[in-house]
């Protein structure tokens, strides 16, 4: 079921100028006077226009031009239990070979958008072309266009990778746009005010050579911890997990992933199943 909008209000994520204080106080030197006089709504204005123009379409192969996303977009669904790590009886079995597409017994199809508003860090599995990066832009959309209360941060897991920077840094990069003096200090504030919400996309498009894959996913177990009040989102493929290389419990029906602090709930991680 749709969620309608006034389901969810807009509050005041995007009314930056309340971090402008904050952001002054902890600032010294130079730098000091630019934040005096900087505009803080043209800077949260101009990001989500940044927002609205990445993500906001997409190039459908066979078409000249980009498609709104809004226009092609369907509602999408999780499930909670990932059907891949489950353990069936003979009966179960038989009746999966006979409908590979139903759900594990006991699941709960839930709207992907409502339990993104609902619940906090998710774990998004799902299987080649399933839709999870599209879903991940959707969310974004939805919070530059304030139907989410959140201010989205896309982070390209595998982008992210390649530019062999830090995460802060990297994630500091996403607001170029709105000409900060210095962007960190104010990406700081906004993650430890609850208002932001990170996307993580592909976590299973990093090489795992030389251990790449296992660093990235310890800098987002700190991430997590450090800002504890950002909702996250991370998507990855199904086989990834299923494969033990992400450090999965498969004796557990419910697939945690322990690597990213699933298995314990010490994150407050919920892995969830996409489809559409």
Same mark, same amino acid.
């Given at each position: 079921?749709?969620?309608?909008?006034?389901?969810?209000? +807009?509050? #005041?994520?995007?009314?930056?100028?309340?971090?402008?204080?904050?952001?002054?106080?902890?600032? +010294?030197?130079?730098?000091? #006077?630019?934040?005096?006089?900087?505009?803080?709504?043209?800077?949260?204005?101009k990001y989500?226009?940044? /927002?609205?123009?990445?993500?906001?379409?997409?190039?459908?192969?066979?078409?000249?031009?980009?498609?709104?996303?809004?226009?092609?977009?369907?509602?999408?669904?999780?499930?909670?239990? %990932?059907? +891949?790590?489950?353990?069936?009886?003979?009966?179960?079995?038989?009746q999966s070979?006979?409908?590979?597409?139903?759900?594990?017994?006991?699941?709960?199809?839930?709207?992907?958008?409502?339990?993104?508003?609902?619940?906090? @860090?998710?774990?998004?599995?799902?299987?080649?072309?399933? #839709?999870?990066?599209?879903?991940?832009?959707? /969310?974004?959309?939805? +919070?530059? !266009?304030?139907? /989410?209360?959140?201010?989205?941060?896309?982070? *390209?897991?595998? !982008?992210?990778?390649? *530019?062999?920077?830090?995460?802060?840094?990297?994630?500091?990069?996403?607001?170029? /746009? &709105?000409?900060?003096?210095?962007?960190? %200090?104010?990406?700081?504030?906004?993650?430890? *005010?609850?208002?932001?919400?990170?996307?993580?996309?592909?976590?299973?498009?990093? @090489?795992?050579?030389?251990?790449?894959?296992?660093?990235?996913?310890?800098?987002? @177990? @700190?991430?997590? !911890?450090?800002?504890?009040?950002?909702?996250?989102?991370?998507?990855?493929?199904?086989?990834? &997990?299923?494969?033990?290389?992400?450090?999965?419990?498969?004796? *557990?029906?419910?697939? !945690?992933?322990?690597?990213?602090?699933?298995?314990?709930?010490?994150? #407050?991680?919920?892995?969830?199943i996409f489809?559409?």
């Amino acid at each position: 079921m749709p969620i309608s909008p006034l389901a969810i209000t +807009a509050a #005041g994520a995007w009314l930056w100028d309340k971090y402008g204080k904050t952001v002054v106080d902890k600032t +010294a030197g130079a730098v000091k #006077g630019g934040w005096d006089k900087f505009k803080w709504n043209d800077a949260a204005e101009k990001y989500r226009a940044k /927002i609205k123009k990445l993500y906001g379409t997409m190039q459908i192969m066979g078409m000249a031009e980009p498609v709104p996303l809004d226009d092609i977009f369907t509602d999408a669904y999780m499930l909670d239990k %990932p059907t +891949a790590f489950g353990r069936f009886n003979i009966e179960r079995l038989k009746q999966s070979s006979a409908d590979p597409e139903a759900p594990p017994p006991q699941a709960e199809r839930v709207n992907g958008l409502r339990l993104v508003v609902e619940k906090g @860090n998710l774990f998004i599995l799902g299987k080649p072309g399933a #839709g999870k990066t599209t879903f991940l832009k959707y /969310i974004a959309v939805k +919070a530059a !266009e304030q139907t /989410i209360d959140k201010v989205p941060v896309f982070v *390209s897991l595998k !982008e992210w990778a390649d *530019s062999e920077k830090e995460l802060m840094p990297f994630i500091a990069e996403r607001f170029d /746009i &709105c000409d900060f003096p210095d962007a960190q %200090p104010f990406v700081e504030e906004l993650l430890k *005010s609850s208002s932001a919400v990170v996307l993580f996309d592909g976590l299973d498009e990093v @090489n795992q050579e030389s251990g790449q894959r296992d660093r990235q996913t310890r800098a987002m @177990n @700190n991430f997590v !911890e450090k800002y504890d009040r950002t909702q996250c989102l991370i998507t990855c493929r199904l086989a990834a &997990c299923a494969d033990g290389s992400l450090g999965c419990a498969d004796d *557990s029906p419910g697939g !945690e992933v322990s690597s990213l602090g699933c298995a314990d709930d010490s994150l #407050g991680c919920k892995d969830v199943i996409f489809e559409r």
